[in-house]
């Protein structure tokens, strides 16, 4: 075997089926072996004690670039995605959003040299354009984001025009990730929670409320089947609308279910005293414990398929600027999704094995990212992160690399933590922190590779 540019030597490579102590080389970024040999190598990382994972693939990421980059952008945004262990994202910004083929031509030349890890770009779906689903998808968009309810600006679908939509996408083999909240009874609420002055955070589980989300995640996973199309659920919030999308997906439909550390970890009452900090939409729905627990146990089982962030930051002072009606939707969360992740399997709740395959594999195989992302194997894309399983920290505000500069997980001690990361065997981040050129490169989606 000829001499290898990397070897990482003696860690326990995580897979979504298991793990075993061997050794991974690479050789122009790709990897090249995985076994029991040690193949010589110009440069040799001794990984004793550590676990070797795929890089992260958050499929759910938006960046306010170009936008709103006061908010976020791509070199700091991605700078935290790296520094986390995500290695591939897959953005869209609602500022200015990808609508068109123009559109997509022109972000791409816009975000050249603006990344520091492999992204693909979405596009949004927009009521009565459903005849640009082809040929945005043969320029490569990864999916299709739809809404169900009119959110940052863009106007929802209806159920027809969400049939129109899904229709036009099975025919190319295309993607939608669909935001699923029903308008009438979103609109419903907050004619009434206006009326009677509600300024409080308490509001905003009345206004964006469990309804609205079962009936519209309800209706479209039954289009999704009877369309014969292929989407995901958007950062499903509790168990009821897991149910029925297990069911449309027991019947045939091609599903998946994503969700978000915040419908885990975060509580529906924190709004509340928090506010603003705990607006996004769907919001929290656990009460308990127990409702956490369950969260758990559908992502271990399979029944949610993968994790994202939804990592859509404001700063403080943004989040502070007016009353909870007006400020943004939104969390940061690159920072601190793999933390969380790491840390509930070392409480039990996920194995490594479920850390790999929920916060890579699954997401890179359901946008059609595999198998260059998201796998440990010969052939694969050398994104790889080395993760020290003992280390125990506190994610902090002041920790945060997002132009958000906070966290909602402030003060939670984890254990699990990232300490190199490496985009195509070219390190990327060590011990918490960026390290050497912007190398992120466009991945397009699915369809344009069948084109």
């Not at 595999?370 to 003992?390: F, I, Q, W």
């Amino acid at each position: 075997m000829p001499d290898m540019d990397l070897v990482i030597a003696g860690g326990t490579v995580v897979t979504g089926h298991g793990r075993s102590r061997v050794n991974v080389a690479v050789s122009d970024g790709r990897i090249a072996y995985v076994g029991p040999d040690r193949p010589s190598g110009r440069e040799i990382v001794d990984a004793a004690g550590l676990l070797v994972f795929p890089g992260g693939v958050d499929t759910h990421v938006h960046l306010m670039d170009p936008g709103s980059t006061d908010r976020e952008d791509f070199p700091t945004g991605t700078a935290a995605a790296a520094a986390s262990g995500v290695t591939t994202i897959i953005e869209h910004s609602h500022g200015q959003p990808v609508v068109g083929v123009d559109d997509l031509m022109a972000k791409r030349e816009y975000l050249h040299d603006r990344s520091n890890v492999d992204y693909g770009l979405a596009a949004h779906a927009w009521p009565g354009r459903a005849a640009a689903v082809p040929e945005l998808a043969a320029a490569g968009v990864a999916f299709f984001k739809v809404f169900t309810c009119t959110t940052h600006g863009v106007p929802g679908h209806d159920a027809a025009a969400l049939k129109e939509h899904l229709t036009q996408t099975a025919l190319v083999d295309a993607v939608s990730l669909m935001h699923c909240e029903d308008e009438s009874l979103t609109g419903a609420a907050e004619k009434l929670l206006r009326e009677a002055g509600r300024l409080d955070g308490g509001l905003l589980p009345e206004w964006r409320n469990r309804d609205a989300e079962v009936v519209a995640a309800a209706v479209a996973a039954l289009l999704v089947r009877r369309t014969g199309a292929t989407a995901t659920i958007a950062h499903v919030s509790h168990p009821e609308v897991a149910e029925y999308v297990a069911q449309e997906r027991s019947r045939g439909a091609r599903l998946a279910a994503e969700s978000c550390p915040q419908y885990f970890l975060l509580r529906e009452q924190e709004v509340i005293e928090q506010g603003a900090l705990r607006k996004f939409t769907p919001p929290a729905r656990a009460r308990t414990d127990d409702d956490e627990t369950q969260m758990w146990q559908l992502l271990r089982r399979g029944t949610l398929t993968h994790m994202s962030t939804d990592h859509a930051p404001s700063t403080l002072e943004q989040k502070r600027a007016g009353d909870v009606w007006n400020v943004h939707f939104g969390l940061p969360g690159l920072d601190s999704t793999m933390a969380l992740l790491l840390d509930a399997a070392s409480r039990g709740h996920l194995s490594y094995e479920d850390v790999a395959r929920v916060y890579a594999e699954s997401p890179a195989r359901t946008y059609g990212l595999s198998p260059r992302k998201g796998r440990v194997a010969p052939g694969a894309d050398a994104d790889l992160v080395l993760v020290d399983p003992e280390r125990e920290r506190t994610l902090r505000n002041q920790d945060v690399l997002s132009k958000a500069g906070w966290t909602p997980f402030d003060g939670r001690r984890v254990r699990g933590q990232v300490v190199r990361t490496y985009l195509r065997g070219v390190l990327i981040a060590e011990e918490g922190k960026p390290v050497g050129a912007r190398g992120g490169r466009f991945l397009p989606g699915r369809s344009a590779a069948r084109t």
